[in-house]
């Protein structure tokens, strides 16, 4: 049996490098899976959903509709919710003075609005059956600051904190909160973050890689794993909490 066997798992951006890899192995790992972005399932993830137990709904989850709509898939097809992976989010790096409006209202929409009304549905769903696991995907960007990150890092900043607010919220159904906080992960979002800044894109990378204790970038499932335990029964004790896994980055 997987570690995650007989729990239903919504996990978002599924699309993205860290999203196919967390339906790879939140599915090899036993859990049934809604799995939801903005554009039709990639090859990769199709072939996924045809190998498991795995629901597509397609949508930006900036209309709280859809966010509804996901969560009553899982209730449908499945029967219940135990863990909900906001794993989806948008990259915006401009110097502040550079930053309109309109960029920032973007942002936030999609990391931190969004977030908060899927979670907001999905808890109203756990708290019926007074379990469940909601797992925040941060960003060391929301720890400390970056130059050209105001807009991402207050996003990323927030979701920390609403990890710790919905803890102590949702505590009495005996439903943990928590956020992840990577490093720089070598995914598809951050190349095309340097290739729309104009950079080149192996020196930025290893660049990148230098702030890191390690001396290297993460890899998709190395985040995926620390989810995995939060979404276990393993993490029973484990609420409130905002986790670096940075090799390194916010200990120098």
């Not at 959903?49 to 709904?57: G, K, L, T, W």
């Not at 999905?122 to 925040?136: E, L, V, Y």
């Amino acid at each position: 049996m997987g570690r995650l066997s007989g729990k239903v798992a919504i996990i978002t951006g599924a699309n993205g490098g860290m999203g196919q890899e967390a339906v790879r192995i939140f599915a090899g790992e036993g859990a049934r899976i809604v799995a939801c972005d903005v554009a039709e399932p990639t090859p990769a993830l199709q072939t996924l959903i045809d190998q498991h137990e795995v629901a597509y709904v397609q949508g930006d989850l900036c209309d709280e509709s859809l966010s509804q709509q996901v969560v009553q898939t899982a209730l449908d097809r499945f029967g219940q919710l135990d863990v909900l992976y906001n794993n989806h989010g948008i990259m915006v790096g401009k110097p502040f003075l550079d930053t309109e409006m309109a960029d920032f209202d973007r942002v936030v929409s999609v990391n931190l609005r969004s977030v908060f009304a899927l979670s907001l549905y999905a808890a109203k769903a756990m708290s019926t059956r007074n379990q469940g696991s909601i797992i925040h995907i941060s960003s060391v960007g929301g720890i400390v600051g970056f130059p050209g990150m105001a807009a991402y890092g207050a996003s990323k900043g927030g979701l920390a904190q609403l990890a710790r607010s919905m803890a102590t919220d949702l505590a009495s159904y005996n439903i943990r909160v928590n956020a992840i906080c990577p490093g720089v992960v070598d995914t598809p979002m951050p190349r095309r973050y340097i290739k729309d800044a104009g950079a080149e894109e192996k020196e930025t990378m290893d660049a990148m890689a230098n702030m890191h204790l390690l001396k290297r970038n993460g890899r998709p499932e190395e985040i995926v794993w620390m989810a995995v335990y939060l979404a276990s029964d393993e993490s029973s004790f484990t609420t409130g909490a905002v986790i670096p896994v940075d090799g390194g980055l916010t200990a120098i």
